[in-house]
Nanobody
Framework: VQLQASGGGLVQAGGSLRVSCAVS????????IGWFRQAPGKEREGVAC????????YYVDSVQGRFTVSRDNAKNTVYLQMNSLKPEDTADYYC???????????????????WGQGTQVTVSS
């Protein structure tokens, strides 16, 4: 089971970036995929998560209305579209896979079994 995050980079404040999480080794249909981020000196937090059906999502308040999580199960890939980026969005972004979760449980790290490596997102002011 592997998750591969990609698409990070340097962007100016107000800009957009899309990061991707390619899932292999199991069928992503049956899993919740979460995006987490960790900024220097801060704890990792759940940013955006999507249930296996795609019908249930979670967003942390600070990204609500700016970030959109989506999944293409045919490609076993989950995307995080990030718009109106702010310097405080700077972090390493990780994707993780867990069992089917309700929205209130989605941002909780301990429910996720598999983690990918991070992709760095830097937003300059």
């Amino acid at each position: 089971v592997q998750l591969q995050a990609s698409g990070g980079g340097l962007v100016q404040a107000g800009g957009s970036l899309r990061v991707s999480c390619a899932v292999s080794g199991f069928t992503s249909d049956y899993y919740t995929i979460g995006w987490f981020r960790q900024a220097p000196g801060k704890e990792r937090e759940g940013v955006a998560c999507i249930q296996n059906s795609g019908s249930v999502t979670y967003y942390v308040d600070s990204v609500q209305g700016r970030f959109t999580v989506s999944r293409d199960n045919a490609k076993n890939t989950v995307y995080l579209q990030m718009n109106s980026l702010k310097p405080e969005d700077t972090a390493d972004y990780y994707c993780a896979a867990g069992p089917r979760l309700i929205a209130s449980s989605m941002p909780t790290e301990r429910y996720y079994d598999y983690w990918g490596q991070g992709t760095q997102v830097t937003v300059s002011s």
